[in-house]
């Protein structure tokens, strides 16, 4: 009777670690997002040669004491972050494991942007968790726009006789690589080394949490994931990125790879034709596909991955209205 007694202890332990197990796994289950099991099914015009993810994946992989899933690296302008950090901080830092921040700001010290030094600028990216955020505000100052143009490029592009966004298109370029030199810094000090960078700018405004990740396997190792066009008819390659680092940290240094394109384009007859029948001209999302191509790499739509940016009112001073930008 005792050992029938026991037998039958010793089952209910086993049923019950084995219930209490399977509980534990499915909170701890990593991911890119909390809602992983809600699924966006493709809608919208593309806006570029890119296609929609086979899968959404599960999980970035195990971070460890030295390997981190994500680098954010964030650059832009600030003026607008009053309206989109709540939902940045919902929608995307609240929904990824591991992280670290990288925020580059360049400023020209105007009534609505910070002075130079004033890195409490970057408190509104902290979420109260552990992770670093790395941050720098320095006085944007101009870039010369032979050092990156030929004069084939600057013939080409959609805004040539507007020197003020030819120069905005640079400063844009030269905050992403910038934020990406803070990272490199950071993993050669500290020993971090990330499995993805994301880019991020501080105008981003998700109509959802970030969904997950594929896992990074041979098949899409060369691979760049971007928003679903849903909320935005085009210009999706350059709101926001996300990808492997090796694949990324090209991406975010492509400031030096437009001074090479430019100067091979200017002795390469079938790319000035390219562009010339691009009726419109190439603009900032252009680049990225022209970026891609170059380098053999792969855009794709992430189902799910809705974001829009929110645009700054110059007449009102202030980020326009309304809950969709």
Not at 224 to 233: E, F, L, R, T
Request: hydrophobic share 40%; aromatic share 8%.
């Amino acid at each position: 009777m005792r050992s029938s007694l026991c037998a039958g202890l010793l089952l209910l332990r086993v049923v019950l670690a084995a219930a209490l197990g399977a509980g534990a796994s499915s909170q701890s289950t990593p991911g890119w997002a909390l809602n992983e099991r809600r699924r966006h099914t493709f809608r919208g015009r593309r806006a570029a040669p890119v296609r929609a993810a086979a899968a959404v994946g599960t999980a970035f992989g195990p971070a460890t004491a030295l390997r981190k899933r994500a680098a954010i690296c964030v650059s832009g302008q600030l003026r607008t972050l009053g309206a989109t950090a709540e939902r940045i901080r919902s929608h995307l830092l609240n929904v990824v494991d591991d992280y670290d921040m990288f925020v580059y700001v360049s400023t020209r010290e105007t009534a609505h942007e910070p002075t130079a030094g004033e890195v409490s600028v970057c408190d509104a990216f902290r979420r109260g968790r552990p992770n670093t955020v790395v941050c720098e505000v320095v006085k944007e100052t101009e870039l010369a726009v032979a050092d990156f143009f030929t004069d084939v490029m600057v013939a080409t592009y959609a805004y040539a006789n507007n020197a003020r966004l030819i120069q905005g298109f640079i400063q844009q370029l030269h905050g992403q690589a910038e934020s990406n030199r803070m990272r490199r810094e950071h993993s050669l000090k500290t020993g971090t080394q990330y499995d993805y960078i994301v880019r991020l700018r501080p105008d981003n405004w998700f109509f959802d949490a970030v969904p997950s990740l594929p896992p990074i396997t041979d098949a899409n190792r060369r691979t760049m994931y971007v928003s679903d066009p849903h909320y935005k008819c085009c210009g999706n390659e350059d709101i926001f990125n996300v990808g492997p680092t090796e694949v990324m940290d090209g991406v975010m240094d492509r400031l030096y790879d437009l001074k090479s394109f430019s100067h091979e384009l200017s002795t390469n007859k079938e790319r000035i034709e390219f562009l010339e029948r691009e009726t419109d001209g190439w603009t900032a999302e252009k680049f990225v596909w022209l970026y891609a191509r170059r380098h053999n790499l792969t855009l794709q739509v992430l189902p799910g991955l809705h974001v829009h940016v929110k645009r700054w009112d110059e007449g009102s001073g202030r980020a326009n209205s309304g809950s969709a930008p």
